[in-house]
């Protein structure tokens, strides 16, 4: 049994990686997308783009990294 809130590792892959560098670039060549959160101010200081959740559309075939924390 896991203790994540709301049985998130039942349902998702979750990782740890050394390097999220080398991550990214490997699944970004194999096809995944990136979805990071972050808050509106940071992310237009840095020029990227943002949406609110509720407007996230996703193809359900689509490889899709979902990115928490620093």
Known sequence: MSKASCGA???FRVTRVPSFLSYHK???SAGAVFIATSDAISARKFGKPTIELNELEV???QK???VLGT
């Open 9 to 11: 590792l039942e349902c």
């Open 26 to 28: 490997a699944l970004k």
């Open 59 to 61: 193809d359900s075939e």
């Open 64 to 66: 899709l990294v979902i």
